[in-house]
Every structure is written in structure tokens, then in C-alpha cells.
């Protein structure tokens, strides 16, 4: 591997590890409770500050460390869709099958909504 490959797979794991360690402090802030509110705000968060720099960086140019550092490691460690399976898949083994719809829908819909607001500002910024 040569050492330019080396430095942009320790900017995904810098990235990671921060994308990570913010994702637990806004989550546990935020809670769970009777719905997994804290996944939720992280996965919506996510999708929207990833579409809004995403967007907002169209026509200029970004390095190649700062997409990896950004898209894949920051984002790739903050949001949490793996996560939300798990927690869907929990409520409805409990058979609360109406949060585990609610969580489906908000995951899904709103964070693709999310996104889109995020490109939306994104391009304000251009």
C-alpha cells in the first residue's frame, strides 16, 4: 500500500472516531426512552449535514482527504442506520408495532427529507 492510500485511511478512522464519539454524546443527550428518539436525531442530523456540505461543495473543489475525512469517516461513524435496524427489529420482537412504524417513517421519510433540506441549504451557500 503506498503512503498517500495510508493517509486517507487514517483520515476515514479520525473522521470515524469523531463522527462516532459525536454520535454517542448527541444520542445520549437526546435519549431513548419508550422510542429510540436518540437514533433518530442522529441518523436525521446526519442526512442533513452530509447533504448540506455535499451540495454546498458542488463546482468547488474538495481535496481528496477532506471527502474521505467527511463522507466516509465523520458521516460513516455518526449516523447510525444499522442502528435503527437493530431498534426497529427490537420493537417489533416486543410487538410494538406501531412505534417500530413511527421509527420506520421517520428514519425513511424524514431523513430523506432531511437530506433534501440540507441540499436545498447546501446550495444557498454555493
Not at 3 to 17: H, M, R, S
Not at 64 to 92: A, N, Y
Request: net charge negative.
Amino acid at each position: 500500500m503506498n503512503p498517500e492510500d495510508l493517509k486517507l485511511i487514517a483520515l476515514i478512522g479520525l473522521g470515524g472516531a469523531f463522527g462516532s464519539i459525536l454520535r454517542y454524546f448527541i444520542a445520549g443527550y437526546v435519549g431513548s426512552h419508550d422510542f429510540p428518539w436518540g437514533t433518530f436525531t442522529v441518523n436525521f442530523l446526519g442526512s442533513f449535514f452530509l447533504a448540506m456540505i455535499f451540495f454546498s461543495s458542488l463546482g468547488k473543489e474538495l481535496s481528496p482527504e477532506i471527502q474521505v475525512f467527511l463522507f466516509v469517516g465523520l458521516f460513516g461513524g455518526f449516523t447510525t442506520m444499522s442502528t435503527f435496524s437493530l431498534d426497529t427489529i427490537g420493537l417489533l420482537i416486543t410487538e410494538r408495532f406501531g412505534a417500530a412504524l413511527l421509527n420506520m417513517v421517520l428514519n425513511g421519510g424524514l431523513c430523506v427529507l432531511g437530506a433534501l433540506g440540507g441540499r436545498w441549504f447546501g446550495m444557498l451557500l454555493m
